[in-house]
């Protein structure tokens, strides 16, 4: 029983090596795709990966993110090293697992139980924090300590999503969704994730750039639900720095127990996951014949040369 781990990267230099290394703990293999990134992100990949075989770098292209096809597009190049029984965590450069995948499936999940959400533990960038970095002769030598002690204070909110799941060959993931179909049967307890989306100034200002020049594209809004309204579209990256007195906001010492909330929004009511669970049990595979492949000639929305160009040069003016 393999773990695998797939993994989207864009411009994460300040923390792709952090973060992998933390993979490497329990991952069998790390699958790697980068979806153009202009700082040195795809270097460190490829350089880890020939030192460590367990890398697996899928390739490099300048193409817009989508949650559901470059996902797909990834778990359908990472599955040729996948058998039957393995499990696959749908995985982000800027997210450390609380508890290991493989610890969480041996002590969490129950036997019956092959598919998993998650539960976020949001690590914010606070007004002191920036004000610190705005005071700093030397704000870049803050890098050099590890994420989890320069963001310590976090948000933990109730949305949940699929994560972990155990594999079948002939599970299908079209290109329109962001997981399998009927992946498996949820378990009750989600996989604690620490996620650290903003982890300074200067990366939170790039990755507002990046997100909001993609979200300007016609034809690339046009794959994305209420796009004036989604987070990718702000451009204006205080907006996403959290005040030292919101209510919400907890404070983590690295080595400690983070709280277990028991949340069960993510579950179906109980006599739906009775039947859910025969049925999961017995049919899956053969309802996996009648779901949609991953389309062997699909093509994924290559970002033009000028925005890719104009975007290079806007966050080297950055560094």
């Known amino acids: ?39 040195d992100t795809w270097n ?8 460590e075989p367990r890398i697996v770098p899928i390739g490099s292209e300048t193409v817009y993110f989508r949650d559901t096809l470059v996902r797909a597009y990834i778990f359908d190049r990472a599955r040729k090293y996948m058998d039957d029984g393995d499990w696959f965590v749908r995985a ?36 002191p924090e920036v004000d610190e970095w705005e005071r700093s002769a030397d704000p870049l030598a803050d890098r050099q300590r590890p ?11 109730t949305y949940s999503e699929p994560r972990l799941c ?39 200002r790039r990755r507002c750039l990046i997100r909001a020049a993609m979200m300007a594209d016609p034809e690339n809004r046009r794959a994305w639900t209420r796009a004036d309204e989604h987070h990718w579209s702000v451009s204006d990256w205080r907006r996403f ?42 049919f899956l595979p053969l309802v996996d014949r009648f779901r949609r492949p991953f389309p062997s000639n699909v093509v994924l ?10 975007l290079a040069l806007d966050l080297s003016r950055m560094a």
């Open 1 to 39: 029983m393999k773990f695998h781990a797939v993994i989207p990267v864009r411009d994460e230099g300040d923390v792709i090596l952090e973060s992998l290394t933390s993979y490497l703990r329990w991952a069998d293999y790390i699958h790697i795709f980068d979806t153009g990134s202009v700082d």
């Open 44 to 51: 460190i990949v490829l350089s880890l990966a020939r030192k």
């Open 92 to 127: 982000d450069a800027d997210e450390f697992h609380h508890i290991a995948p493989p610890d969480f499936v041996r002590n969490f999940m129950k036997r019956h139980e092959t598919a998993a959400w998650h539960q976020y533990y949001d690590f914010c960038l606070t007004r």
């Open 147 to 157: 994420i989890q002690e320069r963001r310590r204070h976090y948000t933990m909110g």
């Open 166 to 204: 155990r594999y079948r060959r002939t599970m299908q993931w079209p290109e329109d969704y962001s997981f399998p179909v009927n992946a498996g049967f949820v378990a009750e307890k989600r996989l604690p994730i620490r996620h650290y989306p903003h982890r300074d100034p200067l990366q939170l």
């Open 241 to 282: 720095v959290t005040p030292d007195n919101d209510p919400n906001l907890r404070y983590w010492a690295p080595g400690t127990e983070l709280p277990s909330p028991e949340f069960t929004n993510h579950l179906r009511p109980p006599k739906i996951r009775v039947v859910q669970r025969i049925l999961h049990a017995a």
């Open 301 to 310: 929305q290559r970002i033009p040369a000028e925005i890719q160009e104009r």
